[in-house]
């Protein structure tokens, strides 16, 4: 057989392979979906308002300055916005919820827009809020810039407030696309359905894992390779997994988490101004101010004096 021939042969094999109904099935081609470049233009373009100066030269008007990105941004994502929301009653995890389809997805999508873009100076106050913790949280930081410059933890932190917030206003797919990219730039896998208080340091970052239903307090710092996960999940009666329930742990306030611990569990709830060492497999909550270590048995929890969160106290 030539080559054309073979060809031929073979598309006319792939076509039964592709579905074409208006529903989100695995075998559906991806024609209708924001388009993942836009989603990574609008999270560059936000990341100049929210830390200006890494990207561009310092502006002639400050508010200027802003207008204009914000108009940028505003257009990016009405147009993504707009194709994304479909998902909202398509998507497969929600058919048996029986959600209306919007009657104008323009006037929905814009109303959407408006309200993420109403939240960019919390998203601001909370970022510099990070950026302390990681300089206070670092011996080897030794400027903000130097934090705001080159932390691998603060660029996922900082992606991830901004997907959450799409996340809390129901919009599918975008906040993924925008946690997905951030992963593959820093190693750092944050879901963006994760609560996450203000404060919040990373160090090092590679490797680590935090699942969609996890609460962490304020003032919480986690090492390299941590991973809040999930323990064994419920499935409906086709099979699949049950979606929207509490699946990943609880950390609470002034928690510290050393590097390669995995903490799992909807149920599992790590007390406040805990110190979890390294290395320990955890399914199980804590007491406040304990401090979790390996042991021959699994772990050792015992409470201990509070006078700061080095593991030699």
Not at 122 to 138: H, P, S
Not at 259 to 285: K, P, Q, R
Request: hydrophobic share 40%; glycine share 8%; aromatic share 8%.
């Amino acid at each position: 057989m030539n080559t054309i021939k073979q060809i031929e042969e073979t598309a006319q094999q792939l076509v039964p392979l592709y579905a074409h109904e208006e529903a989100d099935l695995p075998d559906r081609p991806l024609w209708a979906h924001p388009e993942i470049d836009q989603v990574i233009e609008a999270v560059r373009i936000l990341s100049d308002v929210l830390f200006p100066g890494r990207h561009i030269p310092e502006p002639a008007d400050f508010k200027s300055f802003f207008i204009k990105q914000l108009k940028n941004v505003a257009e990016l994502l009405q147009d993504e916005v707009e194709k994304a929301l479909p998902f909202r009653w398509m998507g497969a995890a929600y058919e048996h919820d029986h959600k209306e389809p919007e009657d104008n997805l323009y006037i929905a999508s814009n109303a959407i827009v408006n309200q993420f873009i109403a939240k960019i100076p919390y998203i601001r106050e909370m970022l510099v809020e990070d950026v302390k913790a990681a300089y206070n949280g670092d011996p080897a930081a030794l400027s903000y810039a130097e934090v705001k410059l080159a932390y691998p933890g603060l660029v996922a932190i900082a992606s991830h407030r901004m997907a959450h917030e799409l996340y809390n206003l129901e919009v599918p797919l975008i906040p993924r696309i925008m946690s997905e990219y951030t992963h593959s730039l820093t190693g750092i896998d944050i879901h963006p359905g994760a609560t996450i208080g203000k404060g919040f340091f990373i160090d090092h970052g590679t490797g680590v894992v935090i699942g969609e239903t996890c609460h962490i307090g304020d003032n919480v710092k986690l090492y390299q390779g941590v991973t809040l996960g999930a323990k064994s999940f419920p499935l409906d009666e086709h099979g699949r997994p049950i979606k929207h329930i509490q699946r990943h742990p609880t950390v609470e306030d002034g928690v510290i988490v050393y590097a390669n611990s995995t903490i799992l569990g909807g149920d599992t709830v790590i007390g406040a101004g805990t110190t979890v060492a390294g290395n320990v497999f955890l399914m199980e909550s804590t007491p406040p101010n304990s401090l979790v270590t390996r042991s021959d048995s699994g772990v050792n929890i015992r409470t201990r004096e509070v006078h700061g969160h080095g593991l030699g106290i």
